[in-house]
Every structure is written in C-alpha cells, then in structure tokens.
C-alpha cells in the first residue's frame, strides 16, 4: 500500500495515459499481487492498468447538470466541455503476467500471449466460501476514488482473503452519482487447494456487471 500520489507522480500517470483527467485520489504505488511460486504465473491489480482500460473503453459521460463544473476544477475559466467519462468506470478485471526472472516479465492487459483464461461452465463454489473458517491473511487496496464533486462516489478497490481451504479475491468497482445512477463490476476470482497436491490448480474468474438508474430502482 501506498499514499495518494502527489503532483510529480500525477503528471507522470498522465504522460503514460496521455490524459489530463484522473480521479481526485489515485493511490498509484498500491498494487495486489498473487504469484503462483511453480510456474511463475501471477495475477496483478494495478491503478495505472485499470485506468488504462477506462481510457481504452471511453465511455460518454453521464449527461447531469451538476457535472458541467467538474471537468475543469483547476481551470474555472475554462469553457466547459464535458468529453470523457468523468466517473473512471473501468472494464479492468486485473493484469495476467509470467514472471521469466526477476529481472524481465512479459505483461498484458487481460489476457495475455503467455496463457489465457478458458470459458468454463464451472463456477465459484459460494457454499464453501460462506463456510465458516480461519481466515489466515485478509486485505484490501484501495486503487482510486473519486467523490464527484460530492455528488456521489466512484472507487475501484480490490481485496483477497486467504483460508486454509483456499484464497478468494474481489475487484469492485463502485459508482453512485446521487439521484441519477448506481454502477457495480465486480470480478470474483476463486481458488480451491483441493485434497490432491499433485493436481494443477485451478483458478475461477468470474464477472458481474449491473446497472441501474435511481428513477428505475424507485419504480
């Protein structure tokens, strides 16, 4: 874990995003990384990443009235033009690698040339996740956030929890612009120890993405 990222470290964020618009609080230097010691695989969950894949979705932004002061916070001068999604909803479900030493590693942005995930119909045991058992590491990583001008939330935090029968992980991002819409993707990755120790492990990776106006869940 680490701070907020100052104003040296933002400009740098925004010379490798080639934007000028990032979140109120962006907690650069945190990161979550699990890496499989026999084969060097590791799954990594990184700010810079997941604000990557915003970017490259580029959804268009929110229509609200009160979004129109929100773009050019440090410019109040400036005319408005609202052109990116001002809520930093990101498609990010984490970052594959193979590490090849400690000095190289090849990387993608979900999925990868290394290996790849498979489309299974196995699913995410919730029975025994809800068992109730030690849980011998657990934390959370908060990756970014921003408070939309206090007009809501929008965060992307991811948290893994260690049991003795095997480790859960959950990426959440979280959007509430307040009266207009609520916004959750979440993706859930799962592995079981299992009773053999000479089976390969096997890593579940679901995603969930709902949506939903404040006018629509009144109804």
Not at 99 to 106: A, G, H, W
Not at 160 to 184: C, E, K, N, Q, S
């Amino acid at each position: 874990k680490g701070p907020i990222l100052n104003s040296a470290s933002l400009h740098l964020f925004e010379d490798k995003l080639q934007t000028t618009h990032l979140p109120e609080m962006v907690l650069g230097d945190s990161f979550l990384s699990l890496q499989h010691a026999q084969t060097g695989i590791r799954l990594h969950f990184n700010a810079l990443d997941a604000l990557r894949a915003w970017k490259q979705e580029a959804l268009p932004p929110v229509e609200v009235p009160a979004a129109a002061k929100w773009k050019f916070r440090s410019k109040p001068s400036d005319q408005v033009i609202l052109d990116y999604d001002y809520t930093f909803t990101t498609p990010y479900c984490g970052s594959d690698a193979l590490v090849l030493n400690s000095d190289t590693m090849q990387t993608t942005l979900d999925g990868c040339s290394n290996f790849c995930w498979e489309d299974t119909d196995d699913q995410i045991d919730l029975v025994a996740l809800s068992a109730k058992e030690p849980i011998l590491f657990y934390d959370e990583v908060i990756l970014y956030e921003d408070e939309l001008a206090d007009n809501g939330i929008s965060f992307l935090t991811v948290r893994v929890r260690v049991m003795p029968t095997g480790w859960f992980l959950l990426l959440r991002f979280w959007l509430r612009l307040d009266g207009v819409l609520m916004r959750l993707r979440d993706t859930r990755v799962y592995c079981s120890f299992g009773n053999n120790e000479e089976a390969k492990p096997v890593v579940l990776r679901e995603r969930c993405w709902r949506e939903a106006t404040f006018a629509s869940l009144s109804a």
